[in-house]
């Protein structure tokens, strides 16, 4: 089934909120959305995951490192992109 | 629970150096006790910054600015080990400590200038609001005014006094410490905004080192208008150094806990079970 757009956004924010904070997280999806498909996380679609997920991916290797930013990503990959 | 043991461990060591030092009221033992606490809380926060910097791997930001910062205190206590505790005093040797000084204090500009600009680097919210830039002016604003007397006081020493080396030396360190307390915003703002995340743990401890030497150079610049007694001054000035250092030690353990939580098989933070279809 398909999952409304606000849905994979709050998801993606939710996952990161572990590690940034919820409100961190949402700045993050929101800002990373608009960067990489020039349009807000309300309009966000499983088949934009890669593309939002590699733009996310810069961040994440600031925060924790480049070998954990691939493992939250596949994660969030795996949970949502399925 | 493990963070916020993290976050108690400088107040119980603090008060445990400060039992110490008034189990020595006066004489050598003092002057020993002293020495022994400033050698192991720089070793201490050297330990945490290479316990944070082992978290990342090589090439990684904040693996830079935690080597960076760790780099301060490899310097600081090279020059303490070799200079203060082993060689004779001399005015070669002054120039030499002097420049090693110097050079702690630009390795940690450096790297809390590196931890200072992480969110700009991340580039999660590139727009800078108003109001977040008028805490940062206000907050470097207020730290120039606090250390501002320690660095008028050193500017004095090396002019009026013979032993300008160690004025010059203190004044370095000022603007080392000048700079970092600058930059104490962006890095509180930092953790502040990670709120609710384990993230928040390693960014507020090291904020709040970072206001230690706020202090530390705050009782500096009182000293200047209020006469006290001088071993009560460096007493407070000792007891805002452990507590700094051991809060750096703190946040990199604080670090490297939260980079193990990615790799703990049963820690799975961010798994959720499956949707149905």
Known sequence: ?82 | MKYRVLAAIPFVFTAIVAIVFAMYPEGAGRLIAMRAEIELVKALALIGCVVAASSFERGDYLRRAWLLNGACFVVLILRDVTFKMSLPQGPQLENVQASLVLVANIVSIAGTWMMARTWQVAGIDPSQSKARIALILSAAAIALTITGTAIYTDIRDATATASRIGALEALASDFGDVFSLCVIAPVLLTAWAMRGGVLRWPWALYTASLFGWLVYDAIAGVSTFVTLDPWTHRLAGELCRTISCTFLLSAGIAQRLVIASFDAPSSRLLSTPPEAP
């Open chain 1, 1 to 82: 089934m398909t999952q409304p757009p606000r849905a994979i956004a709050d998801k993606i924010a939710e996952k990161l909120a572990v590690y940034l904070g919820p409100h961190t997280a949402r700045v993050a999806v929101k800002t990373f959305s608009m960067k990489a498909l020039g349009r807000g996380p309300e309009t966000l679609t499983r088949l934009d995951m890669p593309r939002l997920l590699a733009a996310l991916r810069p961040m994440l290797r600031t925060f924790v490192g480049k070998a954990h930013a691939e493992t939250v990503l596949a994660q969030i990959q795996e949970d949502i992109g399925r």
